[in-house]
């Protein structure tokens, strides 16, 4: 069955969560009340990649009713607001701004009552919860890390959630600015949100008062951002999981953004969450759609799907499909342009619109049948990764003189690979009352140079949405006392971030990963049946094969002698059992996919 989204919907966006290729559950398995939360990958639409933030709510709610009325039935049951559904639509508001935002007197975000005006007379999302749980759907909100930089300048009272007046402790009222972290603000939106301190009280009385009220609203998900990949915070995701832990309301949570994310780093979250990022934002290029090939084969090898998360399980997340009409990233407009991914490269990124079918085990392996072999240039990249990956442990200290030194990975300081990709220890001169006080709170960390005299620091969380198209060794900007451009070097080896607390790393990647080659995956139904999916990310049409004894490795413990079924796009069948080899020509950009009885 075949599907073109943009012709479905001709008159609103339309783009879907995409989590690893997986496939429809029914109806009745998607509408029963689970014992375990996200016992299936949730599926849904998300307002971001065609409105950007600028959303109303009549335009939400048209987007929900189609949702309804169109794959409801096909198991996609979350409707989520995207970023920024409090700020003011108006002169100079754009993604970056500040000073715009609507916050309650506790320092905490509220709809604009403009674009959202059942949110007036304190009803926040309410009333918009209870339309969308009308149309048997799941209501969902995007978050930010920690509090807004608008309410620490207001210098907002905390609630007590508890006694419904202000936080006390020792004596004294807190406020926003006693909790805000000032030197951890979200690399790329700095002037919006920072770091709350979780080791005081009140900094856990503002996070618990956010997620209560979430949850008196109605809210079935929570996509929390700047707190995962380069912006890792792990102390404020494991205290808004305990928050959700206690609430009466089930709520799914979900962690963004997935910039640089590894199987290690995502073992550290997976187990307080349901979904997490592993992949930058997603858009409407094939750059994009083939770069998650090798992700996605990652995070299978390392047995993350489907694996313990929140009160349920957890599943990796490659970003929403970016079908339909669209907006453009940072954009202060609504959807003006349809997806510029063809109909095949649309399906290749999203082969499995079938129900009544859910994987129960997967593995992924490349197609036996090479007919071109592809050159691929490697390059160096600047990456973080878990402090526990035995391979972050490549950093020594390099003297250059009494007064210099550098810190260099040291795989490269034979030369077999060219120059060594080296740092500069920045020698600081404390001078002023700002340098007294960040110099007494990062002891023992340092400012890192491109060059001796470089006035440009290694940055651990580079202001970027959008990763998958850049290849740097470093990004580096003017220095500032912020904890993302400071680093702590360990006598084991380790370069430690004190933005995330993760460790950076050296690594070689081709610098077109994932746009060349052939891929061949295979998963199971819950009936027996096995699907076959081929995927040609060449630019030119190639035959993909497999062999029919090779599908026994998504049953185990079973052998596969024989094979009957039909390719979904074409509609075409095999004719006969086939027992030695399944083989079709896969056009450009373009995929196949099988359903098939085996014996």
Known sequence: MELSLSTSLPSFSFFLFFFLLVLSVSSEASRRKDEERASTPPRGWNSYDSFCWTVSEEEFLQNAEILSQKLHAQ?????????????????????????????????????????????????????????????????????????????VNAKTPILDTTTGSAYQESGRVWHAQDIGMKEKVCAWMQHGFMSVNTDLGAGKAFLRSLYQQYASWGVDFIKNDCVFGDDLNINEITYISEVLKELDRPILYSLSPGTSVTPDMAKAVSGLSNLYRITADDWDSWGDVASHFDVARDFSAAK???????????????????????????????????????LKEQRTQFPYIRGSSSPRGRKHRRSGMYPTRVEESEVEVLGLTSCKDPKASGWLVKELDQDLEQICWKENMEGRYGEPFCLYKRNTLVESDEEIMYGSQYQGALHLLASENAKYCLNASPRRKITSREFTRGSFSHCTWNANQMWEFHGNGTLISSYSGLCAIMKKVKANAGAAGARSWIATGRSGEIYLAFFNLNPDNMVIAAEVSDLAKALPGQSVTSCVGKEIWSGSDLGRPTNDTIATMVGSHDSALYVLKCN
Do not use: C
């Not at 002169?91 to 000073?99: E, F, I, K, N, T």
């Not at 935002?101 to 403009?114: A, K, L, S, T, Y």
């Not at 399980?313 to 202060?332: A, E, H, I, R, V």
């Open 75 to 151: 198991g996609y049951e979350y409707v989520v607001v995207d970023y920024l559904w409090y700020r003011r639509k108006v002169p100079g508001a754009y993604v970056d701004s500040l000073g715009f935002d609507v916050i309650d007197e506790w320092g905490r975000m509220i709809p604009d009552p403009v674009r959202w005006p059942s949110s007036r007379g304190g009803k926040g999302f309410t009333e918009v919860a209870n339309k969308v749980h009308s149309m048997g759907l799941k209501f969902g909100i995007h978050t930010m890390r920690g509090i807004s930089t608008q309410a």
């Open 304 to 342: 993350m799907i489907g694996a313990s998360g929140l009160l349920g399980k957890s599943w990796p997340d490659l970003d929403m499909l970016p079908l339909g009409y669209l907006t453009d990233p940072g954009s202060n407009e609504g959807p003006h342009r349809r997806s510029r991914l063809n």
